[in-house]
């Protein structure tokens, strides 16, 4: 079986996720209130990050933690509910032409895994119109259909996205010489590495240096604004 890899933000989606979840919490009509709490416990760590204090892999992962955590002991019901009010919207910037690379593979038989540090619901909401295989993201923690406050967001970022890539695809003989992956920033690089065909996209100054020494496929679109 061969495989096509997809990362989200700044791959299929043009853009990064997180500062749009933090617009949409600080002017939603119902949630607005959370966005202070939230805000005042990611500045410290923001604030040590930008004095280059404190790893940026590290603030983020704190960042959707607290970003979660804000929401307190709400319902599954209504977190859904709220990344789908913001998915939906995102799904009308998807990138074309990964859509049409998507499309391309599912044609030709390949198995379409989306992974992703961008929250679970969240990819599931943007992409309910487009065909994924399989869907790797961040996972919200739930006990009885509530959020948990005993359990943190299971973050998926850097080698953790090829540790659950290979969990997933574990049973599966895959042919990773005749497989695709694509990603924009040097932290997608562990997954680029898995495959035989490894596609830079928009890719952040270390990743084209490195597609570049290695001959990979490049792939540069202008930046847009989204609506």
Same mark, same amino acid.
């Given at each position: 079986m061969k495989?096509?890899?997809?990362?989200?933000?700044?791959?299929?989606?043009?853009?990064?996720t997180?500062?749009?979840?933090?617009?949409?919490?600080?002017?939603h009509?119902?949630?607005?209130?959370?966005?202070?709490?939230f805000?005042?416990r990611?500045l410290p760590?923001?604030?040590?990050?930008?004095?280059?204090l404190?790893?940026?892999q590290?603030?983020?992962?704190y960042?959707?933690r607290?970003?979660?955590?804000?929401?307190?002991?709400?319902?599954k019901?209504?977190?859904?509910?709220?990344?789908?009010?913001?998915? !939906?919207?995102?799904?009308e910037?998807?990138? %074309?032409?990964? =859509?049409?690379r $998507?499309? *391309?593979?599912r044609?030709d038989?390949?198995?379409?895994?989306?992974?992703s540090?961008?929250?679970e619901?969240?990819?599931?909401?943007?992409?309910?119109n487009?065909k994924?295989?399989?869907?790797?993201?961040?996972s919200?923690?739930?006990?009885?259909?509530k959020l948990?406050?005993n359990?943190?967001?299971?973050?998926?970022?850097?080698e953790?996205?090829?540790?659950?890539?290979n969990a997933?695809?574990?049973?599966?003989?895959?042919?990773?010489q005749?497989?695709f992956a694509y990603g924009d920033?040097?932290?997608d690089?562990?997954v680029?590495?898995?495959? !035989?065909?490894p596609?830079?996209?928009?890719? %952040?100054?270390? =990743?084209?240096? $490195?597609a *570049?020494?290695?001959n990979?496929?490049?792939?540069?679109?202008?930046?847009?604004?989204?609506?």
């Amino acid at each position: 079986m061969k495989v096509a890899i997809f990362d989200f933000d700044g791959t299929l989606f043009p853009k990064e996720t997180f500062p749009l979840l933090m617009g949409h919490l600080k002017n939603h009509p119902i949630h607005f209130q959370k966005y202070r709490n939230f805000f005042l416990r990611i500045l410290p760590v923001y604030l040590a990050y930008k004095c280059k204090l404190y790893p940026e892999q590290k603030m983020k992962e704190y960042s959707m933690r607290s970003y979660i955590a804000a929401f307190g002991s709400s319902p599954k019901t209504e977190i859904d509910q709220f990344f789908s009010q913001i998915g !939906g919207i995102m799904s009308e910037n998807l990138r %074309e032409t990964m =859509l049409d690379r $998507l499309e *391309q593979h599912r044609m030709d038989g390949y198995y379409t895994m989306l992974v992703s540090g961008a929250y679970e619901p969240l990819l599931y909401s943007v992409t309910e119109n487009v065909k994924f295989d399989c869907i790797i993201g961040s996972s919200i923690p739930y006990h009885d259909e509530k959020l948990s406050k005993n359990e943190s967001v299971n973050y998926i970022y850097g080698e953790r996205k090829t540790e659950f890539i290979n969990a997933h695809l574990s049973d599966t003989d895959v042919d990773w010489q005749n497989s695709f992956a694509y990603g924009d920033s040097y932290s997608d690089l562990n997954v680029l590495e898995l495959v !035989g065909n490894p596609v830079a996209v928009n890719p %952040e100054p270390r =990743l084209l240096e $490195l597609a *570049q020494d290695k001959n990979w496929e490049i792939i540069k679109e202008p930046i847009v604004s989204l609506v």
